[in-house]
């Protein structure tokens, strides 16, 4: 197995994270004025955890192979002393655009990548 497919691998697998939490992080923003609304989140901490405990290539592989299949369940944010957690708007514009800046830069990571090894096959660019 080569770098590429792990390298490959994760980059997708960060781009589908990076995806599901804004989605999330949207639909608090747009409910943010519902009463009785409860503000969503995505625990990735699971998956990450078994992608940092990886040993080898083939681990890596098998960890984001069953990733592909389980997708983090949305959770309620800690509720308040009224059973309710109200959308921090600030909070979640935040989020958004932490969100936003870490997909460019996976995206801008990955064309580099990509113009690399077209360099090594082609040994020109476009």
Do not use: C
């Amino acid at each position: 197995m080569i770098i590429d497919d792990v390298t490959s691998q994760l980059a997708s697998w960060g781009l589908n994270r990076l995806m599901a939490q804004q989605a999330i992080t949207a639909q608090n923003i747009a409910n943010a004025n519902v009463k009785g609304y409860q503000a969503m989140t995505l625990d990735f901490s699971a998956q990450v955890d078994a992608l940092k405990n990886s040993v080898s290539e083939d681990v890596i592989m098998q960890n984001l192979a069953s990733m592909r299949n389980h997708q983090p369940q949305a959770q309620v944010i800690n509720s308040d002393i009224f059973g309710e957690k109200a959308v921090e708007l600030d909070e979640e514009i935040a989020a958004s655009t932490a969100n936003t800046l870490q997909y460019q830069a996976l995206v801008e990571s990955l064309n580099k990548h990509f113009g690399l090894m077209q360099l090594a096959i082609t040994g020109r660019t476009s």
